[in-house]
C-alpha cells in the first residue's frame, strides 16, 4: 500500500483462470482485471507477509507475525 492507503499497481501478467495475456484493468475498481479471452474480472489484492519472528519485518510493517495468521485463497 501507498502511505495514502489507497493500493498500488500490482502487475499481472495473464488470466488465472484460462491463461490469456490479452488483460487489461477494468473500471469497476483498484486492483480489478479484465481477461480479454474468458470476459471474466478479478481482483488483486496483497493480503500480508507470512512467517517472520514476532517483532521482526513482518510486525514493524503491521503484518501477521506467524504464518497461521495468514490464510491465502484467490479472490
Do not use: K, N
Not at 6 to 23: A, L, M, N, Q
Not at 36 to 43: E, I, N, P, T
Request: glycine fraction near 20%.
Amino acid at each position: 500500500m501507498t502511505d495514502s492507503g489507497t493500493p498500488r499497481h500490482v502487475p499481472v501478467f495473464y488470466c488465472p483462470y484460462c491463461g490469456e495475456e490479452d488483460i487489461r484493468p477494468h473500471d469497476g475498481g483498484p486492483g480489478q482485471w479484465l481477461c480479454a479471452g474468458c470476459r471474466r474480472v478479478w481482483s488483486v489484492r496483497f493480503v500480508g507477509l507470512v512467517g517472520g519472528a514476532a517483532g521482526g519485518p513482518a510486525a514493524a510493517a503491521g503484518g501477521p507475525a506467524g504464518a497461521a495468521a495468514v490464510p491465502g485463497r484467490l479472490r
